[in-house]
């Protein structure tokens, strides 16, 4: 299941993205973990610049704090997030800095 979603975020901004998943679970199944890697225009992890300290996962929700960056690179956020059941079901958010 794939959803595209376009944001801007200034670099000297910081956002917390709440993806939550309940209208797309089947009934009793919850998020077990969620992981979250960065690349940039160039293909390459940026993780580990870009991702604040906050990766949390309740029941059907997790949230990912994002910032930092460069003014004039395009980010590719994939979020990946374990169910319950076993199955993987991968977010994309396409996060564009200000021109």
């Known amino acids: 299941m ?12 910081a956002w917390t993205i709440k ?3 309940a209208n797309k679970l089947p009934s009793g199944v919850t998020i077990a973990s969620a992981t979250c890697v960065v690349t940039d225009q160039n293909q390459l992890n940026v993780s ?3 991702l604040g ?9 997790t949230l990912e704090l994002l910032a ?3 003014n004039g690179f395009d980010y590719k956020y994939k979020i990946t997030a374990t169910l319950s059941a076993g199955s993987k079901v991968d977010t994309f958010i396409l996060h564009s800095r200000a021109k």
């Open 48 to 50: 580990s610049t870009l």
């Open 2 to 13: 794939t959803t595209p979603n376009e944001i801007y975020l200034d670099p000297i901004e």
């Open 19 to 21: 993806i939550d998943y």
């Open 53 to 61: 300290d906050i990766s949390t996962t309740v029941s059907t929700v």
């Open 68 to 70: 930092g960056g460069t």
